[in-house]
C-alpha cells in the first residue's frame, strides 16, 4: 500500500510557471516509476510525464518541452515544474507510481490556468 500526497496546485496567469509535488509514503518499491497525469470533467485522464527509478524520463506530447519531471529518491518525492503554462493545462493533476501491473493514485491537486 502506497500513499500519494500532491501539492502546489494553484491559480495561475497564463504563461506563468508552478511546481507540483508529490511524496510517496507506505510500503512500496523503491525501483518504480513515478508520474503526473491530468483529468478534465468530461474527458480521459492523460499522461502528463512520467520518470523511473533511475530518471529515465516520458512525455506527453503536448507538453512540447514546456514541463520537466524530476524525483528525489531519498525523499520519495516527484516533481512537475510547469512552464509557459496554457489555458488547456487545466485540470486536476494526479501523482502516480506504478510497479508492474500495481499503479497507485494520489488524490489530485488541482490547476487552474486563466487567461
Known amino acids: 500500500q502506497v500513499q500519494l500526497v500532491e501539492s502546489g496546485g494553484d491559480l495561475v496567469q497564463a504563461g506563468g510557471s508552478l511546481r507540483l509535488s508529490c511524496t510517496a509514503s507506505?510500503?512500496?518499491?523503491?525501483?518504480?516509476?513515478m508520474g503526473w497525469y491530468r483529468q478534465n470533467p468530461g474527458k480521459q485522464r492523460e499522461l502528463v510525464a512520467t520518470?523511473?527509478?533511475?530518471?529515465?524520463?516520458n512525455y506527453g506530447d503536448f507538453v512540447k518541452g514546456r514541463f520537466t519531471i524530476s524525483r528525489d529518491n531519498a525523499k520519495s518525492t516527484v516533481y512537475l515544474d510547469m512552464n509557459s503554462l496554457k489555458a488547456e493545462d487545466t485540470g486536476v493533476y494526479y501523482c502516480?507510481?506504478?510497479?508492474?501491473?500495481?499503479?497507485?493514485w494520489g488524490q489530485g491537486t488541482q490547476v487552474t490556468v486563466s487567461s
Open positions: 502516480n507510481l506504478r510497479v508492474g501491473s500495481y499503479a497507485g
Open positions: 520518470i523511473t527509478h533511475t530518471g529515465s524520463q
Open positions: 507506505g510500503t512500496f518499491s523503491r525501483v518504480n516509476t
